[in-house]
């Protein structure tokens, strides 16, 4: 059974930075596209950034310049640094990954962590 755990959320000021992690675990054959998305309250889930297995990356326009997404392939991992996080930032973070297991291939399937609260608060 493949998961995604995400860690690193909290609390923090106006302007600070928090890394977001996200592990994929369980017997996986190969992991497509992995992306951050967010849901504020009272909001649909939006998202924040996707990164190819390639390496190609596009961010929503809100968090251009400002956030960071990265992987590990070789630790089935999705970083996502945030500097200079504003107000309307605060949501709870999800890890999303197009991933094949062994069952599935050649077709990947959608999985998501849990969600990790990320809140920008004075």
């Known amino acids: 059974q493949v998961q995604l755990v995400e860690s690193g959320g909290g609390l923090v000021q106006p302007g600070g930075t928090l890394r977001l992690s996200c592990a994929a675990s369980g017997i996986i054959f190969s992991i497509h596209d992995m992306a951050w998305y967010r849901q504020a309250p009272g909001k649909q889930r939006e998202l924040v950034a996707v990164?190819?297995?390639?390496?190609?990356?596009n961010y929503a326009d809100s968090v251009k310049g400002r956030f960071t997404i990265s992987r590990d392939n070789a630790k089935n991992t999705v970083y996502l640094r945030m500097d200079s996080l504003k107000p309307e930032d605060t949501a709870v973070y999800y890890c999303?990954?197009?991933?094949?297991?062994?069952?599935?291939?050649?077709?990947?399937?959608?999985?998501w962590g849990q969600g990790t609260q990320v809140t920008v608060s004075s």
């Open positions: 999303n990954g197009d991933i094949t297991t062994p069952q599935t291939k050649p077709f990947g399937r959608n999985y």
């Open positions: 990164i190819a297995r390639s390496g190609s990356i």
